[in-house]
C-alpha cells in the first residue's frame, strides 16, 4: 500500500529513505546486548528485538497472515507484541492500532472498513476476556485469521522459521502502519503513516526531548496511542539506544513505581494522569529522582498543573501538543519556564509548515487566533478510504487540526482549545480555556472544565464543571462574584455551574466531554 509521496522532502536534515526492517537491523547491528525493552515479565535487547521480529514473520505466514495485507493489532504494553509490530513492518503488512479499551463492534467496524485479513489481540487484559472478541468476528466475519496471544506465544519453543524472509519488497513510502484518529464525535478515521514518515516523526520527537543511549523512557499510556509509540515513544527512545520501560496498566502507582525501580529518565502523560500521579506523591513516598524530564501532551495542560508538576517532581517539563495525523510541537528542554507553562512549543522538523487561519480560510493578523493548519513530512495529506473526509483538508494540502491556537513573535505555538469548543453566546464569543484559567486562579479549584450548552435563548451558553480541593467549598454565586472582582465580563461569566467530583474519561484518558455535555443539559 503506498503512502503519502515524500519526493519533496528527500532533502529535509535527518530524513531517511528506510523501512523499519531495516531500521531494526541497524539497531541489532549497533546497540545488540544492550536492553531495548523491558515489560512486567521479561526483558528484550536489541539483538533479540531484531531475531525475534524475523522469526516470528515465519510464525505469522505460517498461520496465513499474508505479506502486505492488514491486520488489526490489539496490543496490551507487552513485549510480544512490540515484537509483533516489528514482524508485521517486515513483512509489509499494514497493523491498525486498536486499543485494549476497544471492544467487538469497533474492532470489527474498523477490519470491514479496512477489509483485514486477521485480528491479534490478548487473551486477557484488565479482567477482560478478548475471546469475547474473538468470537464475535468470527461469527461475523469467518474468513478472517484470529490470534490471541500471551507472553508465551513468542518463546514458544516451535517458532518455526520456514524460509529467510527477505523484507526487500517493502519500500521507505509504503503505508507502515495505520492510527486511528482520536476524535470524540463519530468513528475514528484511519491514519496512514509509512515507513520513512513514521521513523522522522518519532527521530525528530526523541531529538527534541534529547533522548540518548542513557535514557530509560517510561511508556506510561497504551502504546496504541501516538504518543508512547512515537513521540518520541518507544520507537524514539529505540532510535536513540535507550531503553523502554512498558507499564502494563497505565495505574497512577505502577507508573511512579517503576519510575523508582527502573530509573526513569523520561516520561510522557496526559495531564490528568500527571494530577493523579502527583496527588499520590503527596500521599506516599517514592524516589524519583531519575526523572530528568515529564513531557505531558494529548489534551491542554493549564498553566498552574503544569507549576504543580514542576514543583512536585523537581523535574523539567515538557508541553507538546501532538497528533496522530501528524504535527507534533512541543517545547525544547532549555526554553523558560514560562514558556512551558503557556505554550506547546514549535514545530520538531524544519519542513513543518504552520498557519493560522480564519473561517473563510485567510490567515489572521501576526498574534490573532484561529484554525492551526500544517502540512509537512509526516503529516498527512488523506486519511485512509475516507474520500469524504476532505473538509479536514485545504485545497492545497494542509491537514485542518480542528484546534483554535496563535503564534507569538517567538514562533511558539498557544493552543486554546478546540474550534468547536468555542462558546457562541447570543453571539459574543467565548473561548473556554480563558475562563478555566480564571478558575484554577482560585485557591480552592482543583480542576474546571468549561463547555457550551445549547440554549433556546441565547443559542449557546456557558458550562463550567469545578472540582474543589479537599476540604474546600465555594457556592456558585461566591464563584461567580470572585470571577467578577477578577475583571472578567459579565457575559464571559458561566451560566451554569456543576460541582464534579470524579471526572468522566474518554478510552485514550481525555476528559469526556460529551458526557459532561450530557450531564449539562439535564438539568
Ligand atoms: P490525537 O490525534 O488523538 O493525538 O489527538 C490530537 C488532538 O489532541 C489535537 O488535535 C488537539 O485537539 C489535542 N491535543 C493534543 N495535545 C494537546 C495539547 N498539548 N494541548 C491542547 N490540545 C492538545
Sequence with gaps: MKGKNLEEYCNVAGFEEITFGELVNRWG???????????KDEEVTYWELMKKSQELVGVLKNLGIREKSIVALQCTNRICFIEILFALFRMGTVPIMVLPAY???EVIKVMQKTNADAYIGPIEYMGYSYKNIETEIKRVIPEVITLLIDKNFTDAENLIVDEYFDDKNVVYDDVAILLLSGGT???PKLIPRTHADYIYNAKMAAERSCLDQQSVYLAALSIAHNMPLACPGILGTLYAGGTVILSYYSSPDEIM???EEEGVTITGLVPTLAQLCMELLEIDEFDISSLKVIITGGARLEAKLAEDIIRNFHCILQNQFGTAEGLVMST????????TLKYQGKPISEADRIRIIDEEGKDVPEGQSGELIVRGLYTIENYYNEPQCNTKFTDDGYYRTGDRAVIT???NVRVLGRMKEQINRAGEKIQPSEIEESLLELREVQQTVVIAIDDPLLGQKSCAFVQFRPGCNLDEKEICSKLQQKGIVRYKIPDQIEVIEEWPVTKIGKIDINTLKRKASIK
Design 332 to 339: 525544547s528542554l532549555n526554553d523558560p519556564v514560562e514558556w
Design 409 to 411: 513573535i517567538d514562533g
Design 257 to 259: 513505581e517503576l519510575i
Design 185 to 187: 464525535t463519530g468513528e
Design 29 to 39: 547491528d549497533i546497540y545488540g546486548n544492550k536492553i531495548a525493552i523491558k515489560d
Design 103 to 105: 471492544r467487538e463492534q
